[in-house]
């Protein structure tokens, strides 16, 4: 009812230090609010099952065949739930056989996906030994893809060391996706599989990527090598497969020796074993290794194919279901002193690939021997036939760059149908 | 029937407590009983010329606060009681009200006029009281009213006006109102109490005016009498007019133009040369201008619509003279306008004045200041240095870094050697600026700042020594050494320069906060959130040991405190102010240690020893150091983690106080953030308190008593209970869930003009998100089943967020975030609850787009959520 009295604040400064308290702890209430939240979330994950290992007990099995090898009490490593972190834990063979049937192997291209513009991520791919790496208590332990060891160290992911002291750290593990680059000594991380606990096996590459590229940096695993961190992390620039990012992928100059081209569909999950959603692709310009060498790192005058023996005799390819290039009868078998599950390493007779109606209908195969004692797997159909397709008829980049163009055309031409 | 109440009222003004007592009771008494009686009974005595002024007096406020009360539900009771009075009662008392506005003692028709309002206020929206205006408005016309009761009609007259919208009337009405206004303060009133009271009337009826203003003819005419009225003869008629020409600058500032010549010369005129009062509201004037164009130029965005008003620019159009005007005030400061507070003068007003013109007009301003600067710094006279010194410090906020750096480079050698000055008034403006500097030009984490390696011991020496001066001018260094920190937050290695200072620093402010010369607390807290601000700006690693010896230092000083002896209120309330503000440093000191592993440990040590205090502090029982303290506490549960559980029943008693300490909301609510706090230390070892805690929190949502910025960190507290203790909620569901339903539909209900409900909205939202991510997150691992019932109203309730437009960012972040917690927690049950849901998808996607990575991570997440439960058969 009174006019206001027009003193106005004077010769003071407009703060108040207990506003300034209380905005303080309310902002550090709601920072340790959402990392609660967050971890929350994360953890979520954790006791995901993995992919059920029973369900797979009638199919052929790849594990690396060693001379001490004891068939183990099935249910020890194939429970039903398993969960990532018991496998983080475990020790010795267990881990090698686990990890082993872990990764997920690209096919080789033989021919160029639909929608490879706008579905697919390329990359390039570095020359190295493809692992896992998986950090928990404490402690980094990279695996090759036959479930041996590789390196064990600190390292600055989540629990990768004693020294990051992450306040849950039972509950924190990762596992990486990797391929160990010799020349720079540093772990190329080509996915992301566990991160921080969470699971990533039901996200969408998309999403893993997403969370690859924001995490690593975050943890300082990208940082040079230090005593707490003996090796560094790099994560690959990953390109949309467009005209413009096939070609900064295939020349685009890299810190490491590129190996071909790693192409990734943006939708599919990760899964273990052979899938087609991720395909690996090469020519002489962007690899070394376009021909497959014998043991002696030459390239043989024929293609040599590495498959398993079934129980009928019949040699599979690693695909499931597996492709079936032959037959060995009985004798032969037990003259070899072969038995089912081995893997044998056959020549192929040049020109002896023969197909009906786009399926491998014969092949003309000689006998070579038994494969590197290393080897785990059999060679798949797609690998196969990229090998044979490179020495005959190869796909060259310009098709993919042709393939990408005319699906543009082709788009650009429906929208136009579409509007008349 | 009217009761002789007299003796009462008179006796419950008695100086003897005992006789006041009784008297209240008894009009207590009767007031419960009979109410109607009551009332009428005090309309009565304020209407009786014969009785005493003490009692008319004291029933005139009686029925005054029966009638309005600031509080909201208070009002709305008080308002229910008087229509719920049987209308012959009401009748009366308004025939009686009505007839006390002729009465000869003013204060009684004054009062008169007041309540006459106030039943005005809820009886004319309601039509039921029609005649009120028309029965007034006849005082007025009629030739023979005697002055008395025409000034009272006129104060009547403007209270409703006040009160009520003018489309509670017809527009007939409202113009015979303002017409009986502006003839009232019209030159040919002849009776000057007539024409002030008319002046006054119009300055409570502006709001009321609005049609008339939007007419030409009209305003012209308003404005007219009001410049006219502003040439008075009587000071307190051109103090009126000019006060209706303040509220008219902010309230009507988009027709002013027309008229701005005529205000300038009617205001410059006033500073010049008329009383200091009228002068004032003169300033006051431009000072609002000021207020206005710098609100427009705040709100102008580039591309928005028509909304705000038209930039006139008056302030810069009328510079070259506003300007020299308010330089010529600076100099006519109060000889001891510093040392006591409740001085304001024409210096002061004109210097806040110059303070905004700076900053509504910027660059332009400086080369009309500086050589009033330049010519007066130096003079013998304090007067001359004193302005010039306020006018440069004035003008440091507004002008462009570049325009100043050059100035204040410059000057700043100049400023710390008149820290030396003989005058105090010179030293206190001085310091005054010397902070503004730092406030301003000291920004080292960009790169900027007057302050370098090379003058930075000079400034600490002349600050350290100026805080022994007056206590006035110490007051003022310390605002100087706040900024002076508070430049090095976040500005990386820059803070080591304070490092070979700070064990100084913190001696002289603990010493200048030990003070006893000062007649107030305000040295003493000046000093020790100066402090505060050194500690938090300081290079951890290299001052880590000196601020271990702080610790102890504070905390005995916080001991001392609680043996202190209490005799009077007003020893408990000084205990109470020094408390908080060592409370307030050792929450800083905690953070500040617990923010790196290598210091924490100090605070682990000492844990026992300051929870010991605390608790003692609370024990004192003064609820502004409740509040700092509780703050206090949330640090230190955050550094201690799970070993906070050892005090958890001693302090648990204290923390439900806080919960329930409606009045000082400020309380409660820090005690709900702590007990987050707590809930993240102690995880699912707070269990055992929570049946109490949830039990007030629930009271807290559903009290209509409590502020109602307390309810939403309620609800973002239960989320954070839930978390803690997983499934162990389930016991609280249904208690709590009804609550967050609740709550989000009176989300849907809220008015979306209104900017205070509209934020006061998103926070609401944001809040009960979060709770529903704790309670899912913490039912996942085996009980997440308990929500499948609550499902799809969260889920409508998150579709209906998603829709809104004026949705804030982080409100988006918290659904995005729920709704991967509801796929998470109910997996494929959520399948068909979610099938036809575009609403999701169109969320998502706007969130996978965004610019902010935590939201899009968030968004990312939920979608893998929400994947994965639709990829699981079942």
């Not at chain 1, 786009?358 to 090998?387: C, H, I, T, W």
């Not at chain 2, 109440?5 to 207590?28: C, F, H, V």
């Not at chain 2, 005129?269 to 000021?290: G, P, R, T, Y």
């Not at chain 2, 702590?674 to 805690?693: E, F, Q, S, T």
Request: charged share 25%.
């Amino acid at each position: 009812m009174a006019p206001p009295d027009p003193r106005r604040p004077f010769k003071r400064p407009a703060f108040s230090d207990q506003q300034k308290r209380r905005d303080i702890s309310l902002q550090r209430q709601a920072q340790n609010r959402r990392d609660a939240q967050h971890q929350a979330r994360c953890l979520a994950l954790t006791t995901m099952t993995l992919q059920n290992d029973s369900a797979s007990a009638s199919e052929p099995e790849y594990e690396l065949r060693e001379p001490d090898f004891e068939i183990e009490p099935e249910a020890a490593v194939k429970a039903r739930d398993f969960d990532v972190r018991e496998a983080a834990s475990l020790r010795g063979r267990e881990a090698r056989r686990w990890f082993a049937k872990q990764l997920m192997l690209p096919e080789w291209m033989i021919d160029v996906p639909d929608r490879l513009s706008s579905d697919w991520y390329a990359c390039a791919r570095p020359a190295g030994k493809r692992c896992f790496v998986v950090s928990s208590n404490g402690v980094t332990v990279s695996r090759l893809r036959n479930g041996g060891l590789l390196h064990r160290f600190p390292s600055a992911l989540p629990n990768g060391s004693r020294t990051n002291n992450s306040n849950r750290s039972g509950q924190s593990y990762c596992i990486l996706d990797c391929i160990f680059h010799e020349a720079d000594q540093t772990y190329y991380v080509i996915d992301m599989v566990c991160w921080a606990g969470m699971s990533m096996y039901e996200c969408t590459t998309e999403f893993r990527f997403f969370w690859l590229n924001s995490k690593l940096a975050e943890s300082g695993a990208c940082t040079d090598p230090s005593p707490q961190h003996k090796y560094a992390f790099r994560t690959l620039v990953v390109y949309n497969s467009d005209q413009e990012g096939l070609k900064a992928a295939y020349a685009g100059p890299v810190s490491y020796l590129k190996d071909g081209l790693l192409f990734y569909n943006k939708h599919a999950h990760y899964e273990s074993g052979n899938t087609p959603l991720v395909l690996v692709w090469k020519d002489e310009n962007c690899s070394q290794y376009v021909l497959d060498t014998d043991s002696k790192g030459q390239i043989p005058d024929q293609q040599q194919v590495v498959l398993e023996l079934l129980d009928d005799g019949r040699l599979a390819t690693l695909d499931d279901p597996p492709v079936i290039f032959g037959c060995l009868n009985s004798d032969f078998i037990q003259k070899m002193g072969s038995q089912t599950g081995d893997l044998l390493r056959f020549s192929i007779n040049e020109g002896a690939l023969y197909f009906k109606d786009g399926q491998l209908e014969r092949a003309d195969l000689n006998y070579l021997g038994k494969p590197n004692r290393a080897r785990a797997f059999a060679d798949s159909y797609s690998k196969v036939m990229f090998q044979y397709a490179a020495r005959h008829s190869p796909l060259r980049i310009e098709h993919l760059l042709a393939s990408i163009e005319s699906s543009n055309h082709q788009e650009i031409t429906t929208d136009a149908d579409m509007l008349g | 029937m009217a009761l002789e109440i007299t003796q009462y009222l008179l006796a419950a003004q008695s100086p003897d407590a005992k006789i006041r007592n009784e008297a209240e009771t008894t009009l207590g008494q009767f007031r419960e009983q009979n109410l109607p009686g009551f009332l009428l009974s005090l309309s009565v005595e304020l209407s009786s010329d014969g009785k005493p002024t003490e009692s008319r007096r004291l029933a005139g406020i009686v029925l005054k606060n029966s009638l309005d009360a600031k509080e909201a539900a208070t009002k709305g009771n008080l308002v229910q009681q008087w229509v719920a009075i049987d209308i012959s009662f009401k009748s009366q008392i308004k025939n009686s009200l009505l007839k006390t506005l002729g009465s000869s003692v003013r204060e009684a028709s004054h009062t008169a006029a007041q309540v006459v309002a106030k039943i005005a206020s809820i009886e004319v929206p309601k039509k039921e009281w029609p005649e009120v205006v028309g029965l007034l408005l006849s005082n007025m016309t009629q030739p023979d009213t005697p002055v008395l009761l025409k000034q009272a009609t006129l104060e009547a007259l403007g209270y409703i006006c006040e009160e009520i919208s003018d489309e509670d009337l017809v527009q007939e009405e409202v113009n015979a109102v303002l017409t009986a206004v502006i003839q009232g303060m019209n030159v040919s009133e002849q009776n000057s109490d007539v024409r002030l009271a008319a002046t006054r009337a119009l300055y409570n009826a502006l709001d009321f005016a609005r049609t008339n203003f939007g007419n030409e003819m009209e305003r012209n005419y308003i404005m007219k009498v009001i410049c006219d009225a502003a040439l008075a003869n009587e000071i307190e008629i051109r103090k009126a007019a000019f006060e209706c020409l303040v509220s008219i600058a902010s309230t009507y500032y988009e027709i002013l133009e027309p008229y701005m010549q005529k205000i300038f010369e009617l205001t410059s005129n006033a500073v010049k040369a008329d009383e200091e009062a009228v002068a004032l509201q003169a300033l006051e004037f431009w000072s609002s201008i000021c207020d206005e164009e710098l609100d427009i130029q705040d709100n102008e965005l580039p591309e928005s619509g028509n909304s705000n008003p038209p930039h006139s620019q008056f302030i810069q159009k009328a510079l070259s003279t506003l300007v020299p005007m308010l330089l010529e005030t600076l100099l006519k400061q109060d000889e001891d306008q510093d040392q006591e507070d409740g001085i304001w003068n024409l210096a002061m007003a004109g210097g806040t004045c110059l303070g905004l013109v700076a900053k509504v007009v910027g660059d332009l301003v400086v080369p009309l200041v500086m050589p009033f600067v330049e010519a007066n710094i130096s003079m013998s006279d304090w007067r001359s240095r004193e302005a010039a010194t306020f006018a440069f410090g004035s003008i440091l906020d507004g002008p462009s870094i570049e325009k100043l750096s050059p100035l204040v480079n410059a000057g700043l050698d100049f400023m710390l050697n008149a820290m030396k000055d003989q005058n105090s008034h010179v030293k206190d403006t001085t310091a005054w600026t010397l902070s503004r500097i730092f406030e301003l030009m000291h920004l080292p984490a960009s790169g900027l700042s007057v302050v370098t390696p090379a003058n930075f011991q000079k400034i600490l020496v002349v600050l350290l020594e100026g805080l022994k001066d007056a206590p006035h001018v110490a007051e003022k260094v310390c605002g100087a050494i706040y900024f002076l920190a508070l430049g090095y937050e976040d500005a990386g290695p820059t803070s080591s320069l304070m490092t070979p200072f700070l064990t100084d620093i913190f001696s002289t402010l603990i010493a200048t906060a030990e003070r006893t010369d000062s007649s107030d607390s305000k040295l003493r807290s000046s000093a020790y959130e100066a402090l505060n601000q050194v500690v938090r700006c300081s290079n951890l690693p290299e001052t880590s040991q000196i601020i271990y010896r702080l610790l102890p230092a504070i905390m005995s000083k916080l001991e001392q405190t609680i043996n202190l002896q209490i005799v009077s209120s007003d020893d408990r309330e000084k205990q109470g102010d020094l408390q908080a503000s060592l409370c307030g440093v050792l929450q800083v000191i905690i953070q500040k240690l617990s923010s790196a592993d290598d210091t924490k440990p100090v605070i682990l040590q000492a844990a026992d020893q300051i929870m010991v205090l605390f608790l003692n502090v609370f024990a004192c029982r003064s609820s502004t150091v409740h509040e700092e303290a509780m703050l206090a506490i949330g640090a230190l549960a955050y550094a201690t983690g799970p070993d906070f559980e050892k005090y958890m029943q001693e302090f648990n008693k204290v923390l439900e106080m806080g919960l329930q300490n409606f009045e000082e909301y400020q309380v409660c609510a820090i005690s709900v953030g702590v007990v987050g706090d707590i809930c993240r230390a102690l995880d699912g070892k707070i269990l055992p308190y929570c049946d109490g805690i949830m039990a007030h929190l629930l009271k807290d949502l559903s009290s209509s008593e409590l502020d109602r910025s307390v309810k939403p960190p309620i609800f973002s507290c239960f989320g954070d209970i839930a978390l803690a203790i997983g499934e162990h909620f389930e016991k609280y569901v249904t208690y709590a869930v009804p609550m967050m339903q609740g709550a989000s539909e009176l989300c849907a209900r809220i008015d979306t003009n209104d900017e205070d409900m509209v934020d006061y909205g998103n926070q609401l939202r944001r809040s009960i998100f979060e709770a529903y991510s704790g309670i899912l997150q913490g039912f996942k691992n085996g009980k997440a089943e308990l929500m499948l019932p609550h499902a799809p109203h969260l889920l409508q309730f998150i579709e209906l967020v998603a829709k809104d437009q004026q949705r804030d960012e982080s409100v988006t972040k918290a659904a995005v975030a729920v709704l991967g917690d509801l796929a998470d927690a109910l997996g494929s049950n959520l399948k068909v609850m979610i099938k036809d849901s575009a609403f999701c998808t169109e969320l998502l996607g706007e969130c996978l787009v965004s610019g902010d990575d935590q939201l899009k991570e968030t968004a990312m997440w939920t979608q893998g959520m929400i994947g994965r439960a639709f990829s699981v058969c079942g």
